[in-house]
């Protein structure tokens, strides 16, 4: 499942096996329905698939199935309007991910794949 029409995605910056991507939060985002009225923002799910899980296969078209997350933690959390800056690292363990909020750590964590 595919949800890049989300989520305004910038093109990638390709260093070696890590790419780039800017991101805008749009603030009619799905995600903000009921989650949470007043408060919006974007829930865990959505950063790992619509985010990280989309940039990976974005980057690394190759990937197979998704077979699991390591290590996921929310640090900050992610709002309408917010420009995000993600970084995917290919590695022997699966795909590493970096979700940043002005510069901060919004999310981290390991894609594995089949």
């Known amino acids: 499942m595919s949800f890049q ?3 305004g995605w910038g093109p990638p ?3 070696g096996a890590t790419a780039r991507f800017e991101i805008t939060v749009p603030a009619d985002l799905k995600y903000f329905d009921g989650h949470f009225v007043g408060d919006p ?3 865990g799910v959505a950063q790992v698939v619509a985010l990280a899980e989309e940039g990976a296969r ?3 078209p190759e ?9 996921v933690k929310f640090m900050e959390a992610l709002r309408p309007g917010d420009t995000l800056e993600l970084a995917v690292e290919r590695n022997a363990k699966g795909v590493g991910f970096l979700l940043l909020k002005q510069g901060r750590e919004a999310s981290r964590g ?3 794949f089949r």
Do not use: C, K
């Open 13 to 15: 910056s390709m260093d």
């Open 110 to 112: 390991t894609l594995l």
């Open 5 to 7: 029409a989300e989520f």
């Open 63 to 71: 990937l197979g199935g998704s077979a699991g997350i390591r290590r």
């Open 41 to 43: 923002i974007v829930p």
């Open 58 to 60: 974005r980057a690394f």
